[in-house]
């Protein structure tokens, strides 16, 4: 009898680690979609192409910057997005940057490009040495500080999970945070991605076929 039970038992063991194999090899698969998606939306926006054909409507240009720090990287995705798109417009990374810096015209960004053309007037020189030294100067001074260590401090905590919100939703912001946090590691990313799922997602993706 002691040994019908035990049999029962590993029998039953042997199928949830069966359930567990394949329910961890359904999140791997999520996981590559995330990924994919990932990838995706981070591609760089390509330049329209003009043909003779067809002439592009010219993108929106970047609105007044004032300094505020939640609002500095839409400023800075606007500039490059405008310059990307209309590459011709500039004859080089200074042109950019002075381009750039005539839309600070008020609060604390004023007042850095004030500090920029007084630090070029009396030096002769470029403040900066090229676009991307301005980009990282600019983030450091009109960004969200640590803005890496609080999303991933919000990964460590429930206010990311699903909630009341669809899927999309969730992910979406999932997505956000795990490329702000630089979380990487596949492990890592099914843990926390199945951690904040409703529990009846949950249970559609351990029974998904």
């Known amino acids: 009898m002691s040994d019908d039970r035990v049999s ?99 609060g604390r960004a004023n007042k850095w490009a004030a500090r920029v053309f007084k630090y070029e007037e009396d030096e002769g020189n470029p403040r900066f040495l090229d676009w991307p030294d301005f980009r990282d100067e600019f983030r450091k001074e009109f960004c969200p500080v640590h803005s890496d260590a609080a999303a991933i401090n919000e990964l460590e905590t429930t206010s990311y999970f699903q909630g009341t919100r669809s899927v999309d939703e969730y992910l979406d912001e999932f997505l956000d945070l795990v490329a702000e946090a630089g979380y990487t590691d596949p492990k890592t990313l099914v843990v926390k991605f199945r951690r904040g799922l409703n529990p009846q997602v949950q249970n559609v993706v351990a029974t998904m076929a």
């Open 8 to 106: 029962v038992l590993e029998r039953a063991l042997s199928e949830l680690k069966t359930r567990e194999a394949r329910t961890q090899q359904k999140l791997d698969t999520v996981l590559q979609l995330l990924i994919k998606q990932q990838q995706q939306t981070s591609q760089p926006l390509a330049p329209t192409p003009i043909t003779s054909h067809f002439r592009a409507p010219p993108p929106a240009l970047p609105t007044d910057f004032d300094g505020d720090r939640t609002k500095g990287p839409a400023f800075l995705n606007s500039c490059q997005t405008y310059i990307r798109l209309c590459p011709d417009s500039f004859s080089d990374d200074q042109a950019k940057i002075t381009w750039s810096l005539s839309y600070m015209k008020s």
